[in-house]
């Protein structure tokens, strides 16, 4: 950790990394047990699951990094937030997009979709918890 990094960096980093894991851990054994039951849509489905997955959970950890560069500018409150609240923004609007786009589809099994997602992402907050828990964050952030 730099002299001018914040100490949620490293933390954020590794949900980032950890998540990934996860998610792509998830999508091969959802494509695998998908392709069995379902067959060649199931597959694709799962993997579009845990994409969307990720790119929602990656929009959130992301943006905060993002955000926490304007840590030393007199403008770090409003920008973090602004940052963060349109990253939350932007995650609502790319679901609402999707699920309209996705819901008619033939190539995809709506069942196999939500299930994968919905999995992606309770594995993604164990991971946000387990990497929250273990991290060593000072109880006062940034001290100098």
Do not use: C, H
Not at 60 to 75: G, Y
Not at 98 to 107: A, E, G, N, R, T
């Amino acid at each position: 950790m730099t002299s001018t990094e914040i100490s949620s960096g490293p933390v954020l980093r590794s949900v980032l990394k950890y998540g990934a894991i996860i998610t792509g851990s998830i999508a091969v054994v959802a494509a695998v047990i998908a392709g069995i039951v379902v067959g060649g849509i199931g597959v694709t489905s799962a993997l579009v699951g845990a994409a969307m997955a990720l790119i929602f959970v990656g929009i959130t950890a992301a943006s905060i990094l993002v955000a926490n560069r304007f840590s030393s500018s007199d403008i770090f409150v409003p920008a973090f937030f602004g940052i963060v609240l349109g990253g939350w923004l932007l995650k609502f609007v790319v679901f609402l997009v999707l699920v309209f786009v996705l819901k008619d589809q033939p190539w995809l099994n709506t069942i196999v979709l939500f299930l994968t997602l919905v999995a992606s992402i309770i594995g993604s907050l164990v991971v946000d918890v387990l990497v929250v828990a273990r991290s060593r964050m000072p109880y006062v952030s940034d001290a100098r």
